[in-house]
C-alpha cells in the first residue's frame, strides 16, 4: 500500500473521494526501475497500472521489417501508463519503457477491476479518465504523423 496523500497529489485523480483514493491505495505499491527495464511488451497480458513519480519512460512498438524499436510516446512525472489493464482483452497494445531510472506506483488491476465492478461510479469515473489518457495519445499519434506527412 502507498500513502493516499502520494495519490491524492496527482491530477489524474483530481476528483476521486477518499474513499475512493484509500482504494486505489490499497492495491499499489511503489517501486524502483532501473534504465531499460521493460514493463511490458506489446502484446504482452497486462495486469498492472503505471504512475510515473520520477524518470522518463518510452511508450514503444516494434517495426518488425526493420528489426527496431521505435519510441511512440515519451512520459515524465505525473504520467500514467498501463491502461491497457482496464481494458479488454487487457493486452497491452505497446510496450512500456524505462528511458532513465525511475520510480512508479504499480497499481494492481485485477484487484482494482473487482473494486470497480463492485462500486460501478467509481469504475466509471476511472475509465473515464482512462478515456482521456487514450485520447491524449492518439491526439498525439495525429499530430506526429501530420507533421511527418507534411514533411
Not at 87 to 95: D, R
Not at 125 to 138: C, E, F, P, S, T
Request: aromatic share 10%; hydrophobic share 45%.
Amino acid at each position: 500500500m502507498v500513502s493516499p496523500e502520494l495519490i491524492r497529489r496527482f491530477p489524474i485523480f483530481s476528483g476521486l473521494t477518499i474513499e475512493q483514493i484509500v482504494s486505489l491505495a490499497k492495491a499499489a505499491e511503489e517501486k524502483r526501475f532501473d534504465r531499460d527495464h521493460y514493463f511490458h511488451h506489446e502484446g504482452d497480458e497486462i495486469n498492472a497500472f503505471y504512475l510515473l513519480l520520477d524518470g522518463e519512460v518510452a511508450i514503444v512498438s516494434r517495426l518488425p521489417e526493420r528489426e527496431r524499436e521505435i519510441i511512440i510516446h515519451s512520459l515524465g512525472v505525473g504520467d500514467a501508463f498501463g491502461w491497457s489493464a482496464f481494458v479488454p482483452p487487457f493486452a497491452s497494445t505497446a510496450g512500456a519503457k524505462a528511458i532513465t531510472p525511475c520510480n512508479v506506483i504499480v497499481f494492481d488491476a485485477k484487484e482494482l477491476r473487482q473494486v470497480f465492478e463492485a462500486d460501478c461510479q467509481f469504475g466509471y469515473v476511472m475509465m473515464q479518465k482512462i478515456a482521456m489518457i487514450i485520447r491524449d495519445r492518439l491526439n498525439t499519434l495525429r499530430i506526429e504523423t501530420l507533421a511527418y506527412s507534411a514533411g
